[in-house]
């Protein structure tokens, strides 16, 4: 995974509630299971339309082309597990989710593959959206050591996140390299199990 420590940019607004997995990632493009060219799947049937790209989709939109971040509606992700949703964001350039909630399936693809996801109360929520959905105020920097989100020449918001979780997001480390980082200590209380237990 690649670490994530502080990363600024565009934060687009898409407060849909309940965009599912199929609209992340149409069926269509679940061909294969490598990752590429999965962003040209990513909201697919959203950001193009018969003879071209779709103007009213957010991520087309002047100013929103390049986000970084999406501030989601409830329930983000919720649908099939479909790790291929979460590749195609990446594709696209998303560093991380903001939203009240995330299905659970797909919060953990999302951790799983570096993706950041951050639940905040539905108020602060909504009044970050009203604040990014214009472009002369779209840009946020997220500090993951703090835990912060800082609206650029406004306020810093606070965020929750899982100890664990936080570290392998700062060392980049997903759960097999996790592991192998304590394969000595593994080893070590494998060789004591045998020496203790020599009958099994």
């Known amino acids: 995974?690649?670490?994530?420590?502080?990363?600024?940019?565009?934060?687009?607004?898409m407060m849909t509630p309940n965009i599912d997995t199929d609209v992340i990632m149409p069926k269509m493009f679940l061909k294969g299971v490598d990752r590429s060219g999965l962003g040209e799947g990513a909201f697919n049937l959203l950001r193009f339309r018969a003879g071209g790209p779709n103007p009213d989709f957010v991520l087309n939109r002047h100013g929103y082309r390049d986000a970084c971040f999406l501030v989601v509606g409830e329930n983000f992700g919720c649908g099939s597990s479909?790790?291929?949703?979460?590749?195609?964001?990446?594709?696209?350039?998303i560093r991380a989710l903001i939203g009240t909630s995330f299905a659970g399936i797909f919060g953990d693809n999302c951790a799983n593959n570096g993706l950041l996801t951050i639940s905040l109360d539905a108020a602060t929520v909504g009044t970050l959206a009203g604040i990014v959905a214009s472009p002369a105020s779209n840009r946020l920097t997220i500090d993951l050591e703090p835990q912060t989100i800082r609206i650029d020449g406004g306020s810093t918001i606070p965020f929750p996140i899982e100890p664990a979780?936080?570290?392998?997001?700062?060392?980049?480390?997903?759960?097999?390299?996790?592991?192998?980082?304590?394969?000595?200590?593994?080893?070590?209380?494998?060789?004591?199990?045998?020496?203790?237990?020599?009958?099994?």
Do not use: C, Y
Request: glycine residues 6%; hydrophobic residues 45%.
């Open 82 to 93: 479909r790790e291929h949703a979460v590749w195609g964001l990446q594709q696209l350039g």
């Open 165 to 200: 979780r936080k570290e392998a997001f700062l060392t980049g480390r997903d759960a097999i390299s996790s592991t192998l980082v304590l394969a000595d200590d593994i080893r070590a209380f494998e060789a004591r199990h045998r020496a203790d237990n020599p009958w099994f």
């Open 1 to 13: 995974m690649t670490p994530f420590h502080s990363v600024s940019g565009v934060a687009a607004p």
